[in-house]
């Protein structure tokens, strides 16, 4: 579990920070800038809160990554339209939109990947 615990840390600090470096000085509506705070921190609270885990601990951790997952597959998906659409030019960031995009892409496999980790660990302890 430190594994994941780790992953979380890391997958959760990335959005807060990617967050930030995106949105930095592009005027965007901070209801956009703090939905990755939304999910990111509560990924880096249960993984800290995972030191010592118990059955409730652990659904918290699952739960974390699945709203990770949840919130990340609307923004990857929706980008991969707009991308499709040939809407290069309409994302208000500092980063590149294709490569936003990608970003974003390997974020949401992260959190599937940590979302079924999670869920295996919790069965086996029960």
């Known amino acids: 579990m430190r594994f994941w615990r780790g992953w979380a ?3 959760g600090a990335s959005l807060m920070i990617g967050e930030t470096i995106r949105s930095w000085g592009q005027g965007r509506p901070l209801l956009f800038v703090l939905d990755d705070f939304c999910i ?3 990924l880096v609270l249960t993984a800290w809160l995972m ?3 118990n059955p409730a601990r652990r659904c918290a951790f699952a739960a974390a990554f699945a709203a990770a ?3 990340l597959y609307g923004s990857f998906f929706g980008k ?3 991308l499709m659409a040939g809407a290069e030019g309409d994302f ?3 980063l590149d939109g294709s490569f936003l ?3 974003i892409g390997f974020a949401f496999a ?3 990947a940590g979302l079924v980790a999670a869920v295996v660990s919790a069965r086996t302890d029960v």
Do not use: Y
Request: glycine share 12%; aromatic share 0%; proline share 8%.
């Open 9 to 11: 840390v890391l997958l």
């Open 40 to 42: 990111g921190i509560p």
């Open 51 to 53: 030191g010592q885990p």
């Open 69 to 71: 997952a949840g919130m």
């Open 80 to 82: 991969v339209v707009e």
């Open 92 to 94: 208000s960031s500092n």
């Open 101 to 103: 995009t990608l970003l």
């Open 110 to 112: 992260a959190s599937l």
